[in-house]
């Protein structure tokens, strides 16, 4: 089994990569994004772009910064390609995180704010990040997030967990939220004695969402746990349906990521797939000095026991 190692130098968190045009990009939070980006940016949110998924070079920021922009912190990007063949980008602005979104004509942008967000308190929600896009095969796109839940009934626990909604637009939510997934396992503790949203909890949390559909089934990836310790790891539940119900997460330990001799905290994964048909798993991992989540790339195969990535 070969050595795992990153495959870009910088700082490059939640990484998400996409295909087009005959090439790869990523976008990712950055670590002035992830701590607090500067006012004075004229473009936040990293960009890189590769031929091959192995070489990887920067094209600087990806959004233009405005006065909605110009939160302490940008979170968690990703990109999905519109009917209309533009690309919008979808993070959260912190330090309270809700979702927005912003358009651009080509993949190397600039990404400018469509002037929106798509949650917030007033919607009953409380806290949101991670966006993914979904486009199903009947055309339908579907906005899957992480969200804020204040409860501990029928065996779930309070935390961080994952939710649906359809999209009306590429810029509006249908508002049919539907939860696909929450925490019910001791290995997704974020925090215990957490205090947060004015009460104290064993917070647990499932984020960073992706979604492939396989052979009729929807395969719901996730990362588990806190993203600043090694208990961190990326597993999967399956559904019949996009909107769920997902099942059949690891009870114990994540299956698909989780710390081991190479890898410390790996985590927020995305999947890319190539002209070849090939797919790989895109994640950050902490790097030793623990002062730097990088970006990895490596394979992944669809096994009778699940998905499974094998280092590269």
């Not at 302490?72 to 990703?78: S, Y």
């Not at 049919?176 to 947060?196: C, Y």
């Amino acid at each position: 089994m070969t050595k795992t190692e990153p495959v870009y130098e910088g700082y490059f968190a939640d990484p998400f990569v996409w295909a087009a045009n005959g090439r790869y990009y990523a976008v990712g939070t950055g670590d002035v994004e992830a701590d607090g980006i500067d006012p004075a940016s004229e473009r936040v949110i990293p960009l890189l772009v590769s031929d091959d998924l192995k070489e990887w070079r920067s094209l600087g920021g990806a959004l233009v910064q405005s006065d909605v922009t110009r939160g302490t912190e940008l979170w968690a990007p990703e990109v999905g390609q519109g009917d209309d063949g533009a690309f919008y980008l979808y993070y959260s602005v912190g330090p309270d995180h809700q979702l927005r979104v912003a358009r651009a004509e080509v993949p190397e942008g600039p990404y400018i704010d469509c002037g929106v967000w798509l949650t917030g308190a007033e919607r009953g929600i409380p806290f949101a990040i991670d966006a993914t896009v979904f486009r199903d095969d009947d055309g339908t796109f579907y906005l899957f997030y992480a969200r804020d839940y204040l409860d501990n009934e029928a065996g779930y626990h309070a935390g961080t967990a994952l939710a649906v909604d359809r999209l009306a637009t590429m810029t509006q939510l249908a508002g049919e939220e539907r939860t696909v997934l929450r925490s019910r396992h001791d290995w997704t503790l974020f925090e215990a004695q957490r205090t947060v949203h004015g009460k104290v909890w064993d917070w647990h949390t499932v984020e960073g969402p992706q979604v492939r559909k396989r052979n009729g089934k929807y395969y719901l990836f996730f990362s588990g746990a806190a993203w600043t310790t090694e208990n961190y790891g990326v597993d999967y539940a399956v559904a019949d349906a996009v909107t769920g119900p997902y099942t059949g997460e690891a009870t114990d330990q994540p299956r698909i990521l989780h710390t081991g001799p190479d890898l410390i905290g790996p985590g927020h994964n995305s999947i890319v797939t190539t002209p070849a048909g090939e797919d790989y798993i895109v994640y950050h991992a902490w790097n030793t000095e623990r002062t730097k989540r990088q970006m990895y790339v490596e394979r992944l195969f669809w096994t009778v026991e699940g998905p499974r990535r094998e280092p590269t």
